[in-house]
């Protein structure tokens, strides 16, 4: 047979729908994870339905780096299911059409997934990452109540701490105050008070606070005097320059980095330092999940080809579990080569090498007509959920 036959063709348009269908899906999946910060943000600090769109635009591509994955080994699973259902490997095993014949339309997709996942992990995820900060830095200017956190100590006005114990989202006014301002160089001033409002200019990034019924305590160092002055209303002057310039001048992460910059930094960089391993790891992560497409999709052909009719389900528990473990062995890896236990190349691509070496495995052996038994994960499974069935029997009763 020659090279994109209408086998191939078949197959590859076969396993299109089931990717975009998983994209979307885990993708809203794991949007849902933000939605409640997001819904905080336009009904109580009025953030404009752009600025969320825009968060969840740079949000999707953290996400797709690991959605990308999972939604291809899921899409080659489920059209070898498919097919393997409605006897299809069958008739094509009968017509003299071997389980290898059936990998040139799977390493293409995986390829092309692989190739998409690298395009997000090493262009778009610093990208949204950068655009991100840079874009909450503008909604905490627009609208400072936004920038501001409830029972955190809040440095970004320069020389003066603040910390507030509630935000009043209706009348937007500050419950318990408590100030620290340093901006003198002989006098530190706390100022504590029950109430307090913002008022201001965000385009000039200067805000006025005002205070009532409370307790201004100043501090003279160099006499080490303390007077303590009770007021009706008090105002201070605050700044926020110090943020925007901090986010400017502000060196970038691992994940905010290009691959230039890292290279850099890991040159710049000694090994002693615990940054180094991460930004290394974080290097190695960038190359080493996109070639997971072909590893998953590599285990995901025998999976479903060896399905047995009425255990689809099975097949995709099974699938699914199979990328837990890979995820599990993703994170030891970066835990391990975090802490320096081993080197992080080790701990980014062993996951790959695993999944590829069984499904390598369990190729062979259904090539050659002997599928790899796996009734103890079926008993396994069995035995779970009659175990969750009985305690929701129990709940219930």
């Known amino acids: 047979m020659k090279l994109f036959s209408i086998i191939d063709r078949y197959i590859f348009k076969e396993m299109v729908p089931p990717f975009a269908i998983n994209v979307g899906f ?12 997001i819904t905080n943000l336009v009904v109580n600090y009025k953030i404009s339905l752009l600025s969320v769109c825009l968060i969840l635009v740079y949000s999707m591509p953290y996400f797709l780096v690991f959605v990308i994955p ?8 489920l059209t070898f299911l498919r097919m393997s259902d409605d006897n299809e490997v069958i008739a094509l095993k009968a017509g003299g059409v071997s389980v290898y014949r059936l990998l040139p339309p799977v390493f293409l997709f995986s390829f092309l997934a692989c190739l998409l996942t690298g395009y997000m992990a090493i262009y778009a995820l ?10 909450t830095v503008q909604a905490a200017v627009s609208s400072l109540d936004a920038g501001l956190k409830e029972r955190t100590f809040n440095d970004s006005f320069s020389g003066v701490m603040l910390y507030l114990n509630e935000i009043d989202i209706k009348t937007k006014a500050l419950i318990d105050v408590f100030i620290e301002d340093a901006r003198s160089k002989d006098t530190v001033s706390v100022v504590v008070a029950p109430k307090g409002k913002l008022f201001g200019n965000p385009g000039q990034l200067s805000y006025q606070l005002r205070l009532w019924d409370g307790i201004i305590n100043q501090v003279d160092i160099k006499s080490r005097a303390v007077h303590s002055i009770r007021f009706d209303t008090y105002d201070i002057h605050l700044d926020l320059k110090k943020a925007v310039v901090a986010e400017k001048g502000q060196p970038k992460d691992e994940k905010e980095m290009n691959l230039s910059e890292m290279r850099q930094y890991l040159s710049e960089t000694s090994r002693e330092d615990p940054q180094y391993y991460v ?30 009719s009425g255990k689809r389900s099975f097949g995709l528990v099974l699938g699914l579990g199979f990328f837990l473990l890979y995820y599990l062995l993703l994170s030891a890896g970066w835990v391990f080569g975090e802490a320096g236990a081993y080197p992080p190349l080790i701990g980014m691509w062993v996951p790959n090498v695993v999944m590829a070496s069984i499904g390598v495995y369990l190729l062979i052996r259904v090539a050659r007509e002997k599928p790899v038994q796996l009734t103890f994960v079926d008993r396994l499974l069995r035995k779970l959920m009659e175990k969750f069935s009985m305690f929701r029997k129990f709940r219930t009763q």
């Not at 949007?31 to 910060?37: A, F, K």
């Not at 610093?126 to 874009?135: A, D, E, F, M, Q």
């Not at 290394?280 to 285990?299: D, N, Q, T, W």
């Open 26 to 37: 885990f993708t809203f999946i794991f949007l849902m994870t933000r939605i409640l910060d």
């Open 70 to 77: 999972m939604s291809t080994m899921m899409s080659i699973l």
């Open 126 to 135: 610093p990208w949204g990452k950068v655009s991100i900060k840079r874009l």
């Open 279 to 308: 930004t290394l790891i974080e290097y190695h992560r960038k190359f080493s999940i996109p070639f997971a497409c072909i590893a998953l999709g590599i285990l995901a052909v025998p999976l479903g080809v060896q399905a047995r």
